[in-house]
Nanobody, 123 residues
């Protein structure tokens, strides 16, 4: 059973930083693809950043240059470093993983999800 547990959310002022963590257990896919998604009230869930098994990454245009996705050496923890936060970054942030068949920015391609962690950025 795959279990993803996020932590690190909170409330910050615009321009501040937060680092989200996602601890993964039971994840044994041959192609380890994990990503961060977010969903604001009244909006659809959107892809923020993805980390592929070959170390490649991709980002939503709205966060490029501000957010960095990374994985620890044992590949059991996924991080999202968020700098220069803006009020429009306010959302519930989710960690997700696939069974290896897909590795992109669309939420429907992901098989496993964490419970989410709230990020609130005040202006």
């Amino acid at each position: 059973q795959v279990l993803l547990v996020e932590s690190g959310g909170g409330s910050v002022q615009a321009g501040g930083s937060l680092r989200l963590s996602c601890a993964a257990s039971g994840y044994t896919s041959s192609r380890r693809c994990m990503g961060w998604f977010r969903q604001a009230p009244g909006k659809e869930r959107e892809g923020v950043a993805v980390f592929d098994s070959d170390g490649s990454t991709r980002y939503a245009d709205s966060v490029k240059g501000r957010f960095t996705i990374a994985q620890d050496n044992n590949r059991n923890t996924l991080y999202l470093q968020m700098n220069s936060l803006k009020p429009e970054d306010t959302a519930m942030y989710y960690c997700a993983a696939t069974d290896g068949h897909y590795c992109g920015m669309l939420s429907y391609g992901y098989d496993y999800w964490g419970q989410g962690t709230q990020v609130t950025v005040a202006s």
